[in-house]
């Protein structure tokens, strides 16, 4: 999102002023073109020459610094920003966006601004606490513009409480996302999502699973809040770390994943199956480890699972229901069945044979079927941009 664009990073006076370094690394890694304003107390905690070489540009941080320059810099600069990014923000620049007071090159900067800005404060917990300072911020979204909330942890006074600038790889997550949903297409869209394959336990210690890595469901999710969705993810298992913005429930089976399913079902606007469910599960899981057999054999009995993309089409008025079909043989076929059967409205078919395609890949190559239309190929491509394109489709026939 911030490739080729222009950023203002403004470095304000907190003891996390150091951590704008690694931001603004972040950014030009994004292949942001990045220029530094600070504040004359963030130059007592990181050097403006670190900022300069970091990013390659002069840092601005004198209204005055040179008095036979007709350039006005602060204008300049403001002009040039496509988004202007506040890194750490200490209360007291916080209180200057505000009131719109502009005495320095950072808040003059700030004052003359026209492109959104993304804010992260960070301070001492009382000091956040502080009813002028929250006064302030609630103004400042008021206004339109981003605030991160600050993180809780260890604070530099050696305590813990809100007030942490989150990491930087996070603030940088986090505004994208935001920026997204400023723009979405499913605001005021409850999207529901499972992910990840179920596992079925044999006894305390063993289970049966499947290959599913979670990462399509994930990317799903991640796609659906970029639309400005409020999203639930039920996960399976998956190694993944909950995605943010996202409201991510925690399940095992089958069974759990279709009663958290149908439980969602009647607020949902948009259902999507991404999960890969367990046909089977054992009859009767035992309570204790099992031990090795004398006769050499072991026998499991296995009793069908719910079918839940079934359930949901059985149950379902007014909710858009997206199910996925992974094959490795006659895949539109299976699918097209499959669309019809379980009343879905459009089907995701994935052909698990091919390389780089389905569990555990990066990347996924699918065809979209919907109810009425032509099958829509898409090309092989990593898997959020897969998801991109589904949310697309799915904002597309709903709205
Ligand atoms: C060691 C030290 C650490 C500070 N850390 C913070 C901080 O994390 N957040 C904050 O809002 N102010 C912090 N301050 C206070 C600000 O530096 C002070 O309010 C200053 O006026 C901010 O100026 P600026 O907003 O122009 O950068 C700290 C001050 C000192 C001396």
Do not use: C
């Amino acid at each position: 999102m911030f490739s080729e664009k222009n950023i203002v990073l403004i470095v304000s006076g907190g003891i996390a002023a150091y951590k704008a370094a690694t931001f603004a690394r972040l950014l030009i890694k994004e292949k942001a073109h990045v220029k530094v304003v600070m504040t004359k107390s963030a130059t007592e905690f990181i050097t403006p020459k670190t900022m300069a070489v970091l990013t390659n540009e002069p840092v601005l941080t004198d209204l005055f610094a040179d008095p036979t320059d007709a350039k006005i810099d602060h204008i300049s600069v403001a002009d040039w920003a496509d988004y202007i990014f506040v890194v750490p923000a200490t209360a007291n620049i916080i209180a200057k966006i505000a009131n719109g007071i502009a005495d320095d090159a950072a808040s003059t900067v700030l004052a003359a601004r026209h492109t959104p800005l993304i804010i992260a404060p960070a301070m001492n917990e009382n000091m956040y606490r502080q009813k002028a300072v929250q006064k302030n911020l609630q103004n400042i979204v008021a206004d339109g513009d981003i605030v991160i909330q600050p993180a809780e942890g260890l604070l530099a006074e050696g305590y813990s409480g809100q007030g942490r600038l989150p990491e930087p790889a996070d603030i940088l997550a986090y505004s994208e996302l935001v920026l997204h949903q400023k723009q979405g297409r499913l605001q005021n869209k409850h999207v529901v999502i499972s992910a990840g394959g179920t596992v079925e336990p044999i006894d305390p210690v063993r289970y049966i699973s499947n290959r599913s890595s979670g990462k399509m469901g994930y990317a799903l999710a991640k796609a659906a809040a970029e639309q400005g969705a409020q999203v639930t993810l039920v996960s399976a298992t998956t190694t993944l770390s909950d995605p943010i913005g996202v409201k991510t429930i925690h399940i095992q089976s089958a069974q759990d994943l279709s009663d958290q399913m149908m439980a969602a079902l009647p607020a949902a606007d948009i259902m999507i199956m991404a999960a890969a469910v367990s046909d089977y599960r054992i009859s009767e899981p035992a309570v204790n480890k099992l031990k090795k057999q004398t006769s050499g054999q072991l026998t499991l009995t296995l009793v069908e699972n719910p079918d839940i993309l079934a359930q949901l089409g059985a149950m379902k008025k007014e909710q858009y229901l997206v199910g996925f079909a992974a094959e490795t043989q006659n895949l539109l076929e299976y699918a097209q069945t499959k669309l019809v059967k379980k009343n879905a409205d459009m089907l995701v078919a994935n052909d698990v044979s091919k390389q780089q395609v389905g569990f555990g890949y990066d990347t996924n190559q699918v065809t979209i079927l919907t109810k009425n239309q032509e099958p829509q190929v898409l090309p092989l491509q990593d898997k959020l941009s897969v998801a991109r394109k589904i949310m697309q489709k799915i904002s597309e026939v709903i709205n």
